[in-house]
């Protein structure tokens, strides 16, 4: 009964991420998603209480397989320079804005996690990518003995990450490495 359940949590989880992505979060529709996968209401909110825990899990989803993904890269590449780690979670993520524009808006600006970045280390047991990018910058900060506070980094940081990826997203920039490059290395100076 619990691999039914876990079966049943893992479809409405890929459908909602499939429809993100190709509509975008704002028109995910509870109904409609529970009508897809032949699911009543009553049926679909035995699994999520409503569509802000729904989309809070399907964004801790994206959080660990970008991670995953992400922690693939550097031990494939055997990086353990904070700046080079650095480089491949901001390569990786401007990657996904130009291939998946939605995801990424999705995952770095839907209500249920927006909070997560104002609270300084909440929410990262639930979002690995946070955690994992906040203590590569908190070996940053300590490594290079830098003046500014990780909080402080990471908003940079992340504010750059971000706006790029919208640029991109739109179509109004193209990908540069060489950019995120200098980019990255000058603010962690």
Known sequence: ????????????????????????????SLRGLAKQLGLTTGAFYRHFANKDA??????????????????????TLGVNDPHEILMTIGLHLLERFNHEPRIMDFLFFNPSVVGIYRQPRSGE???PLLALTRTTLDRIVTDDHLELSVDE???QVWSFIQGYGILIGNGAAALDENLIRRTLRTLTQ
Request: charged share 30%; with cysteine; aromatic share 6%.
């Open 1 to 28: 009964m619990a691999n039914d359940h876990e079966g049943t949590e893992r479809r409405i989880l890929d459908a909602a991420a499939a429809c993100i992505a190709t509509r975008g979060y704002r028109e995910l």
């Open 54 to 75: 729904l989309l809070r899990a399907v964004s801790e989803t994206i959080s660990r397989r970008l991670t995953d993904e992400i922690g693939q890269e550097v031990g």
């Open 125 to 127: 047991d639930s979002f």
């Open 153 to 155: 980094l990471f908003i």
